[in-house]
DNA sequence: CCCTGATTCGC
DNA sequence: GCGAATCAGG
């Protein structure tokens, strides 16, 4: 395989979406994440704006000769198109009153989802933060090693998976993981 | 051990 | 230019 346009193309819009190498990789097919990150780097695009260490921004001058037309600075913070074939239909965002909510569907098997209590906030705060940047996979795409837990109402339409890389042998990211498993000291400290 | 990106260097 | 091997970190 090679680097045609097209390739290049998804490159950069996965790279800059935020995706890992390797999953880029898998994506394309025929390249390693190695192979990844190689073209990443000679294409100069190393450093994707993650929403941590900012440190500087280097205003990157260019060799005043002829300016080509390029507006590409951010991708704003659109919620990602991105999975063509998972979420789509109900297309806008957060309807302010759903007509039934809160209700439990019937499923008991569904994860903990602990409702905003004996949680640390902190943690709460993280998984809100993590939740922007959810894969939002649905059932049939999460594998042993993408973060199960789920998001939203699962009785509507925006519900999914959170996605994210799960910590190895655990069922969820880092940051659900947090929430999910709370060291009992700490519930214990809590309540009394 | 699982994963991540970064760098090197022979091709 | 390419990417496997390696390195460094979580």
Redesign the pocket.
Known sequence: ???TDERVELLKKMWGEG?????IAKELGG?????V??????LGL??RTAGAAPAKAEPKEKPATAPKAEAKPKPAPKTEPARPAAAAPAAEAKPATPPRRQIIPAGQPLPPQPSANEISPEALAKVNEVEKKAKKLTLMELTE?TCKWPVGDPATDDFWFCGL?AE??KPYCEAHVGVAFQPMSARRDRRR
């Not at 995706?19 to 999953?23: D, V």
């Not at 390249?31 to 192979?35: I, L, Y």
């Not at 990150?37 to 000679?42: L, M, N, Q």
């Open positions: 395989m090679s680097w995706q890992s190498a390797s999953q390249v390693t994440r190695n192979a990150i190689g073209k990443v780097h000679r190393s450093n090693k890389p190895p042998g």
